[in-house]
């Protein structure tokens, strides 16, 4: 079992700046990946970033040059770094613990609402 608590969240202007911290906590394995998903109002649940324990990275393309996710393996944590924020990157952010590729191992934390707004 695995239990991911976030932190991080609030308002913030456009162009503004936020990390987003998720600390894991149980049976982590080397296999796992951790990321970063969000849901704007009326929107699914979509992909921001993600990175491998070997720190391998994958970005949407709506935040690529923006955002930079990184990780501390000794922690077990994760992080996300948001610069220039927009109001279009509004919404809840969730942090997402799986093990590619049958993600039989799939968690998620409670989420952590982002404002981007003036």
């Known amino acids: 079992q695995v239990q991911l608590v976030e932190s991080g969240g609030g308002s913030v202007q456009p162009g503004g700046s936020l990390r987003l911290s998720c600390a894991a906590s149980?049976?982590?394995?080397?296999?796992?990946?951790m990321g970063w998903y969000r849901q704007g109002p009326g929107n699914e649940r979509q992909l921001v970033a993600r990175?491998?324990?070997?720190?391998?990275?994958d970005y949407a393309d709506s935040v690529k040059g923006r955002f930079t996710i990184s990780r501390d393996n000794a922690k077990n944590t994760v992080y996300l770094q948001m610069n220039s924020l927009k109001p279009e990157d509004t919404a809840v952010y969730y942090c997402?613990?799986?093990?590619?590729?049958?993600?039989?191992?799939?968690?998620w934390g409670p989420g952590t609402q982002v404002t981007v707004s003036s």
């Open positions: 990175i491998s324990r070997g720190g391998i990275t």
């Open positions: 149980g049976n982590i394995f080397s296999g796992d990946v």
């Open positions: 997402r613990l799986y093990s590619p590729p049958s993600n039989v191992r799939n968690y």
